[in-house]
């Protein structure tokens, strides 16, 4: 979006890096597919990191193409982005509570507490 404001707002065109930072990002859905089956992360929300990765493509790639032919359709370019951004916060949250959930299972180390001593000897002035 800051992209698009700097080619709205100023005199200098931005909309190539526009296009080609979002087709680089559509690889982020991508790698968070395989990283939700490698992390165990629940059916529910492995659905929808698959969901994220169809409405990613369907961002850039699709709209591009019908960008000229159905203007009225490809408006929908900045609310899929919205879309996009509230699915992935989604994610993260549920990502979020499985990873503390894992945590609170994790037995901690116990620590020995001495006081004062080293090996069962006084420093001296102690």
Partial sequence: MFLVGLSLFTTQPYWDAH????HSIVLLPALQVLLAYLGKIPPPTKGLTWL??????IQTEVFAMIRTAVPTLAALH????????ALALTIAWQARTVVRASAATQPTPVKQITSGTLAGKREPGI
């Fill in 19 to 22: 296009i080609g930072f979002g």
């Fill in 52 to 57: 994220l990765l169809g409405i990613s493509l």
């Fill in 78 to 85: 900045p609310v899929l982005a919205l879309v996009l951004f």
